[in-house]
């Protein structure tokens, strides 16, 4: 039987970040992270495709980078919650050039 995308998805991921897929079998929602790892607690979440407008947000992110070592990212605010409340969204290799 193959493996579903998502879950291959996720193994990916684990292996990139240096952490271990946590299987479904026996977890609730919400009460276990997708992937063990020291300090991320990551939700993975696998689309065909993601918006148009999110992709759009990166290039210009990545546009507006102007030296090496700067992280291009896009900040999601949505109306009536606090700033810090907002998400904080990079390309996965570059967050692991920075932190992992």
């Known amino acids: 039987m193959s493996?579903?995308?998502w879950k291959a998805c996720e193994r990916r991921v684990a292996k990139y970040i240096g952490g271990e897929r946590v299987p479904v079998t026996g977890r609730q929602r919400g009460d276990?992270?997708?992937i063990q790892h020291n300090w991320l607690v990551p939700e993975v979440k696998y689309r065909a495709r993601l918006p148009f407008w999110l992709h759009d947000a990166m290039n210009q992110?990545?546009?507006?980078?102007v030296r090496p070592g700067q992280l291009p990212c896009v900040?999601?605010?949505?109306?009536?919650?606090?700033?810090g409340r907002s998400f904080f969204i990079c390309?996965?290799?570059?967050?692991r050039?920075?932190?992992l």
């Open 75 to 83: 900040i999601l605010c949505e109306k009536g919650k606090a700033v």
């Open 91 to 95: 390309e996965l290799e570059d967050a």
């Open 32 to 34: 276990a992270p997708d």
């Open 97 to 99: 050039d920075h932190w």
């Open 3 to 5: 493996d579903k995308a």
């Open 61 to 65: 992110a990545k546009a507006a980078q």
